[in-house]
């Protein structure tokens, strides 16, 4: 197993690549804006853990952020476009991000992938124009 942070949060990004179809984009990145692409996902390092299990190893726990974007019905280019379709779009990304996260619970570089904790929302600001965000933390396990 490889203990890079970095191979692993690319690797969750490119996946959400493949199977977040309701996502306009993916990020493996924190961007400097969405050019108004929305919903958005980002894959953010969140911080480690590396407590030594032998003399050879560790068992590390690299922490991720999921960041979904949403962009407000305030925002939004089409005047048709509601705040329930906002929620819905947002909703829609976090359950095909859910499916992921089962799917995958074991990979070439994690030994197991789980929820750190519940997610969380807030509203952001972003190149002028305002997301929901829902921050959803992942514990990835890999022995290094």
Same mark, same amino acid.
């Given at each position: 197993?490889?203990?890079? &942070? ?11 690549? *493949? ?11 924190? %961007?400097? @804006?969405?050019?108004?692409?929305? %919903?958005? *996902?980002? *894959? ?5 853990? &590396?407590? !030594? ?13 999921? @960041? ?8 939004? *280019? ?12 947002? @909703? ?34 972003? @190149?002028?124009?305002?997301?929901? &965000?829902? !921050?959803? %933390? ?7």
């Amino acid at each position: 197993m490889s203990s890079s &942070r970095s191979a692993v949060r690319r690797q969750l990004a490119a996946l959400l690549t *493949v199977n977040v179809s309701a996502a306009q984009v993916v990020y493996n990145h924190r %961007p400097g @804006d969405f050019g108004g692409q929305s %919903p958005a *996902v980002v *894959v953010g390092s969140g911080g480690s853990e &590396r407590p !030594r299990l032998t003399f050879e190893g560790c068992l590390a726990t690299f922490y991720l952020d999921v @960041d979904v974007f949403t962009l407000t019905a305030e925002a939004a *280019v089409s005047p048709t476009y509601t705040p329930t379709d906002s929620e819905d779009a947002g @909703d829609l990304v976090e359950q095909q991000i859910a499916q992921v996260i089962e799917d995958n619970q074991k990979s070439t570089l994690w030994n197991k992938i789980d929820y750190a904790s519940r997610s969380t929302t807030s509203f952001v600001g972003v @190149d002028g124009l305002e997301y929901k &965000r829902e !921050r959803i %933390p992942l514990a990835l396990q890999v022995y290094a």
